[in-house]
Nanobody, 120 residues
Framework: VQLVESGGGLVQPGGSLRLSCAAS????????MSWYRQAPGKEREWVAA???????YYADSVKGRFTISRDNAKNTLSLQMTSLKPEDTAVYYC???????????????WGQGTQVTVSS
């Protein structure tokens, strides 16, 4: 299993950024996929999840600002982030679930992460 994130960077407050994750080594369409993040000195935080059929779930902190999506034909996961705030600064991880059901903190593979910094 390989999960490779991209798209992180430095953005001003109020700006937007789109993260992508290229997945390989497993049948992508069979599994729920999630984004997690971890800021320095803080615990890992679940951000959003999407089931194979497209059902989505969001943490309250990002609801209405972030949109998770997937392309099962291309084995890719995305996170469109808008109205970014300094508190969104973190390393963002693409995470594979153990099946196609939504359960927080139930995963088996992580990507290496991509840094998102929101600062003026």
């Amino acid at each position: 299993v390989q999960l490779v994130e991209s798209g992180g960077g430095l953005v001003q407050p109020g700006g937007s950024l789109r993260l992508s994750c290229a997945a390989s080594g497993f049948t992508f369409s069979n599994y729920i996929m999630s984004w997690y993040r971890q800021a320095p000195g803080k615990e890992r935080e679940w951000v959003a999840a999407i089931r194979s059929g497209g059902s989505t779930y969001y943490a309250d902190s990002v609801k209405g600002r972030f949109t998770i999506s997937r392309d099962n034909a291309k084995n890719t996961l995305s996170l469109q982030m808008t109205s970014l705030k300094p508190e969104d600064t973190a390393v963002y991880y693409c995470v594979k679930g153990r099946d196609n059901y939504f359960r927080r903190n139930d995963y088996d593979y992580w990507g290496q992460g991509t840094q998102v910094t929101v600062s003026s």
